[in-house]
């Protein structure tokens, strides 16, 4: 019920021009996006203002140049681009790879697997912290004899090991198996073949779960911290988050500066989540809610 | 007193749209009213404003002499049946059964007794201590019956309480229902879309339209005593058949043919007659209407004949008139009949306002 | 084509026969690249870290050596761990609750359908998409000890500065706060979506027979929010177990190592001290614990939560 009038006791009625509610849910925005807020103004102000104390609220001149300085102190142009290379190669990989393999666990009846699935999904229990140490140790095995770019300090280290997911094969099975049946019956008894309707009928239908898995994907991937801190040593291998941190421990003091290096760092995945944004709010629910 | 009163209740959403406009309604203390129109005709708004889940833009609403228009619904003393039930699907049955009287602070001793009760008379005592997903359609509807009907209020609230179950049940449950008003009279008001069940349960009907009430009566008054060509045409299965038709000269003319006379000035009417009253006969047959067979539906004790007739020679489509005819008439389509009303059953209408006219008698009788 | 005859006479024993092994060489072909990468990277590395755990080894070295259960032994007298179990703990406990109030009130603002409504959720959404590293510099800024907002607003209301992430008493408080707030985007989703699912005839139901807001809330709300409520608990508690990107950032496990949460000295010991033994034995203790708690958190749920 959306009436926009409250009783104030029979007979009277107060209205407002608009809800109420918005008295509460203004407030309660603000107070949520106020560390982001806090974080542009900041970025926009003079070094001298920002070592004021009480702090100004509003710069009294706005410096963008702030941007340009951290765009020059720190190599932010590489970070983003070794960040959307890996994004990239990691998101290709795993709808390609994930949609292959749920395809089949959905749809295709062959000799074990039952039992591979349950020990890929087996995997989802484990924790990263149990495999960061082996996997550190396999991806430099790679690095040494299949191809450099591959190993230690090398962006295809933070690729390989996220190249498919138990997740990813889990969320686009669980999707393939709500596609009917007999569209597939269907396709093939007109002569498609067995591969051929994964491509020509499933896939095609499957655009929102596909959507879905890649923003999530592209969230996980740009946002990971741990593995490319362990993996990654020079600065031009750098991801954004990873950079992001060395810019902070270099400039820990100037805090325009860095709020600036921030809000850029931020943006990219601010406006990826707002975009797609009904994709990640349907897979967190879903999952959520089916318990 | 459980008396209910609507003074007239307008709801207005936006300045468009007009879901009740100045309903002017008593509900007798004990009786079984029926709300009953097409969806949209503010049937739903109706009961809603009364329970107190939407408050009107103007008029008051009074239960039991109290005026209850700014009231919660908590605090009516109305129980509500809801379409779909909204059973408590954690709760079991008898926490189902119990949960207003918990909220209303009744001893313990007493809520037992009374649910206990209840479940006796809905005969659901067996499902007690079952949740509302292990139970039936049928059987939830008896919970939700049981969860109103345990509170003992003044006003009985339902919301198409039979639409979700299967038509043999549906059967069964209208007669359950009827049974158990006449048991426990608490004043009930009801809504459907079913006029089978608006003519078999209600004390009076309340046939409605667009917001607006159309005629408020007895099954036998809204039946035989149409007050428009809209209640006419809503109540009864098949619906009355309506055609265009004119007077002139004194008489009622359908497609030429003169069926009664009229003290009136010459003017265009809409006839009303049953298919019950009306008769195939032969082609020629004197006093008769013309008409031509589209298709007959034998329904095993009658037979629905389809018949076409071209009331206004100007306009190129023709009028569907439908008979029911006795058993094992077989015409077949295109064959020419003539058409005859019983007498006195012939109801006319004004054209424009579609407001009943005096029922007249038929030129010659049969 | 022979496709299309399989599918004529699919019905047949000797055609079946013919259809599973084909479809067999099929499924392992499509199923065989994500075998293979989640094989190699994530099965063949819990053998190698359980392995790796009952030696002794520093990463670079070929030199391995067998040391038994040595490595479990000095967990369990390692007061450092102790204290990072501890912290951990104390982390969890007021982790997972904050976020889930937090994340339950929000939602329940949010549930209605006022003008602007999707731009209130997009904000409310928002911080989901934030990274870690970049919630761990928005803080570090806002509690400065110095200049930051925080203390600025502590003093004007009469509380002198507080030191925050730089007091071991503080710094650990300071972190369950932003990791709330990192966190409240994705509780405000699931609750939300949780809430959008119960009908609005129950609250109607419930209204008319008397009950007040709260006590719908309490009575009828919550309960059919528990399995919504079952997964937060359980994704939040895995996640605040494993808490390390925010430690490194804001406070390098101190001062004075109060910080130090489990994963934080795992890896310190692992790539700082390369005591990659050890770091192994202590990441399947807590693989053990993480799943000794999902379990347990399960067993309670058949108590408590309600499916509809």
Redesign the interface.
Known sequence: MSTAETSAGPGRRLRLPFSPWHLVLVPLTLVLVAPLLWMVLTSLQTAAEANKFPPVLIPHHWRFANYVDAWHTAPFGTFFLNSALVTLVVVVSNLVVCSLAGYAFARVRFLGRKALFLTLMATLMVPFQVTMIPVFLIVKWFGDNVWSYLGINHLGALMLPNLATAFGIFFLRQFFQTVPVELEDAARVDGTSRIGVLFKIVLPLSMPAMSTLAALTILTSWNDFLWPLIVITSQDQMTVPLGLSYFQGAHSTDWPLLMAGNVMSLLPMLLVFVVAQRYFVQSVAGTGLKG | MAEVEYAGVTRRFGADVVALHGLDLTVADGEFLILVGPSGCGKSTALRLL?????PTSGEIRIGGKTVT?L????RD???V?Q?Y?L???MSVYQNLA??LR??RTPRSEIDRRVRETALLLDIDELLDRKP?QLSGGQRQRVAMG?ALV?RPQAFLLDEPLSNLDAKLRTQVRGDLKRLHRELPVTSIYVTHDQVEAMTLGDRICVMSKGEVQQIGTTDEIYNRPANTFVAGFMGSPPMNLVPATVKAGRVLVAGVPLVDLASPDRPVVVGVRPEDLQVRGPGTAASIPARIDFCEPLGSHVLVHALVDTDPASPAPATVVVQAPPGTMLDPGAGIGLTASPGKTYLFDAETGRADLTGDPVAST | MAEATVAQEGRRPGALRRLGRSESLTGWSLVGPGALLIGVFGLLPVLMSLKLSFQRSDLLTPDTPWVGTKNYRQLADDPRFADAIQHTIVYTALFVPGTMVVGLLVAAAMNRSVRFISVYRTAAYVTMAVSTISEGIIFLWLTDQDYGLVNAALNKVGISSQPFLSSPSQALYVIVAMTIWGWTGFAVIVYLAALQGVPVELHEAAAIDGASPFTRFRTITLPLLSPASLFLVVWLTINALQLFDEVWLTTKGGPLHATTVIVYYLWDQAFVQFNAGYAAAMAYALFVVIVLVTAVQFRLARKHVHYS
Not at chain 2, 51 to 55: R, S
Not at chain 2, 72 to 75: A, F, L, S, T, V
């Open positions: 329970a107190g889940l939407d408050k700014h919660g619904p908590g605090e109305i129980a509500m809801f779909n909204a408590y699907p954690h949960y207003g909220q209303r997903g969860r509170r």
